[in-house]
């Protein structure tokens, strides 16, 4: 084999691809969470209690489950380029819309429309990555691709905070300001993705006639490869119980990651600090998470090992989250959001390097929605759960046990599905041999 063919072709599809999608998910994940900022004061002027906003925050899941599934078939069958444009326009311009939120209806409505709208962005994401590199790349690609997340964080949170303080201009609330302005570059590269992006390796005229021709042939190979084990079909997508079972395990994921996203900013806040000092104190964890995701992910994809990456940053998150909510002051709360930061944020490249191993072609279309789709509920969940809690205790204490629960599970079903995988890859070449 050619390996400085190969390490040149990668290189140069590494640089093309991963930057400017690691753009779109950071905007994503920006118009996602933003609420969390827009609490601080939106909360107030529109009378919404702890309960009621985490109830918005996290219906937009509920549009997100519905729709999650059938948007990654669509973008397996019209091609990446078209339909991630389709979802970034759209999803801009509701999250524009939240600007003229007027009470609670209004909010839930739009919190639906806006997961509904951004269906289908984050798996059809993590698929187009299979159609561009090897499994032997995925995990360490992909934590490039999530550290986008943290990122928008650590960048987001003094980006908000600022736009709050635009309180009164042309006789908007700052909150007002905050959406419509971070709204606009969604619709922007929208528009960009039409041009830029490639669908697949055989259209890349970016790539030199020697590379394109070996990764085609590499990619090739491997869905050749898998076609001896691996599940493809939709419903073999949908019903393969280790589909199921990677869903729980990202429900717990997604508890603990929207659960940062959404009511951190709240949180921090409750030690008496100004919304500008939240603002860049919320950045703080995210950015120590970023080198630990991806150094960890490097780990995983070098060691070939997905189980116990997986497990230990879910108990490392869940230990953080009872630390939070135990927390007496700024300096340990900023501490144990860290060690939730890190486990959470280290826990999903090995993950999402499982479903793979196991389904191609549009079993991998519908088998990572799936578990996007399911998993993601759990956005609903962990919010949901510190927002009644906090109504109920006065305090985040129990949601944080609550959602740190969770990831203890998450933790014991990961170990439950790298069993029963094995068990499974033995019967299915047993097969095949006989």
């Not at 107030?44 to 729709?67: I, P």
């Not at 939240?98 to 009470?103: D, K, R, S, T």
């Not at 709208?117 to 499994?135: D, M, Q, R, S, V």
């Not at 905070?161 to 302005?181: D, N, R, V, Y």
Request: charge should be positive; charged fraction near 15%.
């Amino acid at each position: 084999m050619d390996t400085s063919l190969e390490k040149a072709t990668m290189r140069r599809v590494m640089w093309r691809l991963v930057p400017f999608i690691c753009l779109l998910y950071f905007i994503a994940f920006i118009d996602r969470v933003n609420i969390g900022f827009a609490a601080l004061t939106m909360n107030k002027d529109l009378g919404f209690s702890s309960a009621v906003f985490g109830f918005g925050a996290g219906v937009f899941f509920f549009g997100y489950f519905l729709f999650e599934v059938p948007s990654n078939i669509v973008l397996d069958k019209v091609g990446a380029r078209i339909w991630i444009a389709r979802v970034m326009i759209t999803w801009g311009m509701i999250s524009g819309a939240f600007a003229f939120v007027q009470g609670e209806y209004s909010f839930y409505a739009l919190r639906f429309l806006l997961g509904a709208a951004e269906a289908g962005f984050f798996p059809g994401i993590i698929l187009y990555l299979t159609y561009w590199f090897p499994a032997r790349y995925r995990a360490g690609v992909v934590s490039l691709f999530m550290a986008a997340a943290p990122i928008s964080v650590v960048i987001g949170s003094p980006l908000s905070s600022a736009l709050l303080e635009m309180e009164g201009i042309l006789g908007l609330h700052g909150w007002q300001w905050m959406f419509i302005i971070e709204a606009i570059p969604a619709m922007i590269l929208g528009v960009v993705v039409l041009f830029y992006m490639t669908d697949r390796p055989e259209k890349a005229k970016w790539l030199p006639d020697d590379q394109r021709a070996w990764l085609v042939a590499e990619m090739n190979g491997e869905h050749a490869r898998k076609k001896v084990v691996a599940k493809h079909g939709i419903l073999a997508g949908m019903a393969d119980i280790r589909v199921l079972a990677l869903a729980l395990i990202y429900f717990g994921t997604s508890a603990g990651l929207y659960t940062l996203g959404i009511w951190a900013p709240q949180i921090i806040k409750s030690f008496g600090l100004s919304t500008l000092a939240v603002g860049f104190l919320n950045g703080v964890p995210p950015t120590i998470a970023i080198i630990a995701m991806i150094l960890w992910a490097r780990h995983s994809d070098k060691a070939g090992e997905r189980k116990w990456h997986v497990v230990i940053a879910c108990l490392v998150a869940a230990v953080g989250l009872m630390l939070a909510g135990g927390a007496a002051s700024a300096v340990a709360v900023i501490a144990a959001l860290t060690l939730v930061n890190v486990g959470i944020s280290s826990a999903k490249p090995p993950l999402w390097a499982m479903p793979t191993m196991f389904l191609s072609g549009q079993a991998a279309a519908v088998g990572i929605a799936t578990i996007n789709s399911i998993g993601n509920l759990g956005g609903f969940a962990g919010p949901w759960a510190i927002g009644w809690l906090k109504d109920q205790t006065g305090g985040y204490a129990a949601g944080l046990a609550f959602v740190a629960g969770l990831l203890v599970l998450s933790a014991v079903l990961t170990l439950v599905v790298a069993r029963s995988g094995r068990r499974s890859e033995a019967s299915e070449a047993d097969a095949v041999a006989h």
